[in-house]
C-alpha cells in the first residue's frame, strides 16, 4: 500500500458525459501527478500539481481538466467523453516534485 | 520523445540474469526506474542521477551514461516476484514533465 488513494476503482460511463477521479497523496506529499496508462499508449504524463499550483502540463486534452484543493487532495475531470478515454487513470505523489513517486492503485474508466 | 526500452519483452527462467535498455533521443539528467505487476500499480525503484553512477536495490541494479543517453537495468539471478513491467522515466529538462518509457514485459517462469 503507497499511501495513495484513489477513488472510485472502477467508472462505467457513456460518451458525452463528464466524470470526476478523485486523489488523496500521501501524508506529508505535496505534489501529485496524473497519468493515463492504455494498451497501446503505456503511461502518459497529464499533469502536476504542486502545493495547490498548477507545475507541469503533459499530454492533458482540453476536456480533461484538474486542480489540488488546499487540504491536497487533487481531481481530475474529464469532460465530453470518447471511447479512446477508456483507460486507467493513475494519482502518483511525492514530497516535492522528486521522481520517487508512489503510484495509486489507479481508476479504470470505461467509456460505453 | 518517449525514451524506447529494449528488449519489448523477455521471459526467464528463476535464477537467471537480464538486462534491460532504455535509450533517449534527448539529453538525460536522470533516470528512473519502475516496476509495475500485472494488475497493480508501478513501484518505484531506484533513481540514477550522474553519468556513470551505478546504483542497486536487493539484486537489481541500474547504470547511467549521460553521453550515450542511456541506462540499463540489470537483474541478477531474478526471482518469481520480479515479473512485471519496466518502466525508465525520466524528466523532461528540467520541465517537470515526467516522460516514461516504451515498456519491457518481463516474465520469470519457474
Known amino acids: 500500500d503507497s499511501g495513495v488513494t484513489q477513488t472510485p476503482k472502477h467508472l462505467i460511463t457513456a460518451t458525452g458525459q463528464r466524470v470526476t477521479l478523485r486523489c488523496s497523496p500521501r501524508?506529508?506529499?505535496?505534489?501529485v501527478y496524473w497519468y493515463q496508462q492504455s494498451l497501446d499508449q503505456g503511461l502518459q504524463f497529464l499533469i502536476q500539481y504542486y502545493n495547490g499550483e498548477e507545475r507541469a502540463k503533459g499530454n492533458i486534452l482540453e476536456r480533461f481538466s484538474a486542480q489540488q484543493f488546499p487540504d491536497l487532495h487533487s481531481e481530475l475531470n474529464l469532460s465530453s467523453l470518447e471511447l479512446g478515454d477508456s483507460a486507467l487513470y493513475f494519482c502518483?505523489?511525492?514530497?516535492?516534485?522528486?521522481?520517487?513517486?508512489?503510484f495509486g492503485p489507479g481508476t479504470r474508466l470505461t467509456v460505453l | 520523445q518517449q525514451p524506447v526500452q529494449s528488449p519489448q519483452a523477455v521471459i526467464l527462467r528463476e535464477g537467471e540474469d537480464a538486462v534491460i535498455n532504455c535509450s533517449s533521443s534527448?539529453?538525460?539528467?536522470?533516470v528512473h526506474w519502475y516496476r509495475q505487476k500485472h494488475g497493480e500499480a508501478p513501484v518505484f525503484l531506484m533513481i540514477l542521477l550522474k553519468g556513470g553512477e551505478q546504483k542497486g536495490h536487493e539484486k537489481i541494479s541500474a547504470s547511467f551514461n549521460e553521453k550515450k543517453q542511456q541506462s540499463s537495468l540489470y537483474l541478477t539471478a531474478s526471482q518469481l516476484s520480479y515479473s512485471g513491467t519496466y518502466f525508465c522515466?525520466?524528466?523532461?529538462?528540467?520541465?517537470?514533465?515526467?516522460?516514461f518509457g516504451t515498456g519491457t514485459r518481463l516474465k520469470v517462469l519457474a
Open positions: 502518483a505523489s511525492s514530497v516535492g516534485g522528486g521522481p520517487e513517486q508512489f
Open positions: 522515466g525520466t524528466e523532461n529538462g528540467g520541465t517537470y514533465k515526467y516522460i
Open positions: 534527448k539529453a538525460l539528467y536522470s
Open positions: 501524508s506529508g506529499d505535496l505534489s
